[in-house]
């Protein structure tokens, strides 16, 4: 396990920040030995990790494990007292990018609807100018067709592949498939980020992040996740419970 990987409850966390983290990514294009994975460490995660034995290995052996939101940031400093920043897997998909077009590393962008993909391919080549995408797939590729898919991958030559499936469809999708992808240097699961980039799914305006409430945001605009925001509360005492115990 890296050195820098904080034990929160029942998951991890990366110490990193967005300079940092992108080092790691170069690292990892560098070495090119095998696909590298990068996923969003957050709280509900600590919930759906344990219960999930592929998830929890997928998760656990994470190239990095990127500090989401601020409850993991609220817990490394709580348990650990490491000062860590956000490094939300929405903002850190432009820093892969920014670094893809730099040193003409061909990316590959599997996950959400064919409209949601295409547009959000348009968008990162509009803000990205350069940026090579090697490949896209919505992310709605039945079973019996997976085959295919991996092999466009390979022969797209892509080095960085984003996967959107959200989570855990995406992590389970990385357990399978990862293996059998043969340029693919970094793979990165990026939820719905395909959605807020296409425009289709609003991102909280600045100063609600700038508070740390892009959650509250986000319950507001889609009240339907309470089901997965309920357990915020559970997540802050047990780690006040952990806290108190140390
Ligand atoms: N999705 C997909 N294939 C599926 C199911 C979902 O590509 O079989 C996409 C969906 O279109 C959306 C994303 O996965 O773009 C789900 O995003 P969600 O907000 O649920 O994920 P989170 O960011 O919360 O992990």
């Known amino acids: 396990m ?9 998951i991890w966390v990366d110490a990193v920040t967005r300079e940092t983290a992108i080092e790691k990514v170069r690292s990892f294009l560098l070495r090119g030995d095998r696909p590298h994975t990068i996923l969003a460490s957050n709280p509900e995660k600590n919930f759906s990790v344990p ?5 929890y290995r997928v998760f656990e052996r994470a190239d990095l494990l990127l ?5 993991m940031v609220f817990a490394a400093r709580c348990l650990h007292g490491v000062r860590l920043k956000r490094v939300p897997g929405s903002e850190f998909i432009f820093d892969i990018c ?14 959400a609807t064919e409209a949601v993909n295409a547009a959000a391919c348009r968008k990162l080549t509009q ?22 898919l991996i092999d466009a991958i390979n022969r797209s030559q892509a080095e960085i592949l984003f996967v959107a499936l959200g989570s855990p469809r995406q992590e389970k999708w990385l357990a399978e498939h990862a293996g059998r992808l043969t340029r693919v240097k970094v793979c990165q ?20 992040c700038d508070y740390n409430l892009e959650w509250l945001y986000r319950l507001l ?6 089901q997965r925001q309920k357990l915020l509360p559970v997540f802050a005492f047990k780690l006040l419970a952990a806290w108190a115990s140390n």
């Open 51 to 55: 219960a999930d034995p592929v998830l």
């Open 67 to 71: 500090p989401d939101g601020i409850g």
């Open 98 to 111: 920014r670094l893809a077009r730099a040193e003409d590393r061909g990316v590959f962008v599997y996950g």
């Open 2 to 10: 890296m050195p820098d990987r904080l034990k929160i409850l029942n």
């Open 221 to 226: 605009k889609e009240p339907k996740r309470i």
């Open 127 to 148: 803000r990205f100018a350069g940026l090579r995408i090697a490949g896209r797939s919505n992310g709605y590729v039945p079973s019996s067709e997976m085959d295919g």
């Open 189 to 208: 699961g990026v939820g719905g980020t395909l959605d807020t980039i296409a425009g289709t799914v609003k991102r909280a305006p600045r100063i609600w």
